[in-house]
């Protein structure tokens, strides 16, 4: 999986998951949420005595992801430069940061 870190503009569906996502310019619609979960802040590289010169983290600090099988738009299929056709979907990772409300692409797999 691709490593990433761009911003996108998600639209959720009815069950607030993601349901399309805007891209570089290209409309994603999910077709299948693959997984879902939350990440919490680095607890391990806060300290708790800022006293004594040490910084503390945000320990509700999270992010929550998902992981969706997403096509391009409403037309999921091309035609290659064979003749065939291919689609044109892929595996995404999509985060949603609770502490500045705003969408990250952190992964992609197509």
Known sequence: MRQYDDPVEVRRGEAE???QFLWRG????????VAHWVE????????????????????VAERELWRVEAGRGLQVAETGSH?????TY????LSFDWTDG?????????
């Open 17 to 19: 998951d993601p349901d």
């Open 26 to 33: 290209r409309l994603w619609k999910v077709r299948a949420v």
């Open 40 to 59: 919490t802040g680095p607890w391990w590289q806060g300290t708790t005595a800022p006293e004594r010169g040490g910084t503390t983290t945000d320990l």
């Open 83 to 87: 003749g065939g056709t291919q689609t």
């Open 90 to 93: 892929g595996v995404f990772d």
């Open 102 to 110: 705003h969408w990250q692409l952190v992964g992609c797999q197509d």
